[in-house]
């Protein structure tokens, strides 16, 4: 006889938390616990005398249990959760080394965008300093004299303001300053201007969001408005409305999220299709670490599905002279969990089937909407159809 400890709150944390055992072979549940205590599935062990195989995941405490409650019986490390450790543990490694090839491709955004946007910016202001005088500067002289001209004949300057159609300000500083103001405007600078690169690294970055990023810009000290920002990024960011520039295609695949990678570094090469056999070339092509990670993972994935778990050893030696501390880890866990591990690698023995009854259980339980305690819970578990 088989059995296999699976909590109904892994998934969804609910208020109850049972153990419960099925058998592997008939493909029932033989029983339910109240609680995951190591004791509490020893103590129920130490009565199956003919308990010879544990299926299970790598939860220490199902491991303790079993070692504790069944001496006896092999241990055997489900398939499934031991590539989802694997997947957890390559996501941590993309994730690192594709946060420094997202940072260079950042600088060179900056490196190559910046440039020609202070160039449109002088560019444009250049040609209104040059024609002098423009039709600009022309009728702000007429209306300088203009206002020169009504303050000799007595008028107030808020009468002037509202003749002519400027503002008080200007027309206490025209007044004040005694001679014509020469126009600064080919001098401006925008508020956004110092925060432009910081913009240009977050939207490379993958934030498109325009509040978001108009928030981040004023818990810097930016004091513009949400307009100019909105403006800005539409006009230099967004590539005339698409959020990737013109030439992205020809520069191959973007780079993938972490688990997208991970996901990709954990597939069979044949069942890629040929964008992904692509994106991977590009992942493999980031770092030298990657393509040895690959190389690793691919190994233990080849050895997980054609039950190969005479190969464990090797793999693991390789591991500890790769010099990646994610995979290392991973070996490391894997080495405490060995003998499950290879058993697992090794036998047909799988909790596949397990997941179905999860669902039928948690079904079960939401019936009773919390007024029924364990004993009616057990008893609808172990008579369920």
């Known amino acids: 006889m088989t059995t296999r400890f699976k909590s109904l709150v892994e998934r969804e944390k609910l208020p109850l938390d049972k153990d419960w055992k099925k058998n592997l072979e008939s493909r029932r549940v033989v029983d339910l616990l109240p609680d995951r205590e190591v004791e509490t599935g020893a103590s129920w062990m130490r009565q199956q005398l003919d308990l010879m195989v544990v299926s299970r995941d790598r939860g220490g405490t199902y491991a303790s249990a079993a070692a504790q409650g069944a001496p006896q019986a092999t241990q055997c490390a489900d398939r499934f959760h031991l590539l989802k450790n694997l997947g957890e543990t390559v996501e941590d490694l993309l994730a690192r080394h594709l946060s420094a090839a997202r940072k260079h491709q950042v600088q060179q955004a900056l490196e190559e965008q910046a440039p020609s946007w202070r160039e449109t910016r002088k560019t444009r202001r250049s040609q209104t300093s040059e024609a002098l005088p423009s039709v600009y500067q022309q009728d702000r002289m007429a209306r300088y004299q203009q206002v020169i001209k009504l303050r000799e004949q007595g008028m107030t300057q808020h009468a002037i303001a509202q003749q002519i159609g400027m503002s008080i300000q200007t027309v206490q500083r025209w007044l004040a300053a005694g001679t014509f103001p020469q126009s600064t ?201």
């Open 185 to 385: 405007r080919h001098h401006y600078v925008s508020q956004l201007d110092p925060y432009l690169p910081y913009l240009v690294q977050r939207w490379a970055q993958g934030c498109h969001n325009m509040a978001q990023l108009f928030q981040e810009l004023v818990a810097q000290g930016y004091q513009g408005s949400y307009a100019s920002v909105r403006d800005n990024i539409v006009r230099r960011l967004q590539f005339d409305g698409r959020k990737t520039p013109t030439g992205t295609s020809s520069k191959g695949p973007l780079l993938p999220s972490p688990r997208q990678a991970a996901f990709l570094f954990l597939r069979s090469p044949e069942k890629l299709r040929v964008e992904e056999q692509e994106t991977l070339v590009k992942l493999r092509q980031i770092d030298s670490e990657v393509d040895l990670a690959y190389d690793l993972v691919q190994q233990f994935a080849h050895m997980l599905r054609h039950r190969q778990g005479e190969r464990l050893d090797a793999w693991l030696a390789q591991v500890q002279s790769s010099n990646l501390p994610e995979l290392q880890s991973f070996a490391a866990g894997v080495e405490k969990d060995k003998d499950a591990v290879r058993a697992g690698l090794t036998w047909w023995i799988s909790n596949g089937m397990v997941e179905g009854h999860v669902t039928k259980l948690k079904l079960i339980k939401r019936q009773g909407y919390g007024r029924a305690g364990f004993p009616l819970l057990r008893k609808r578990v172990l008579h369920a159809v």
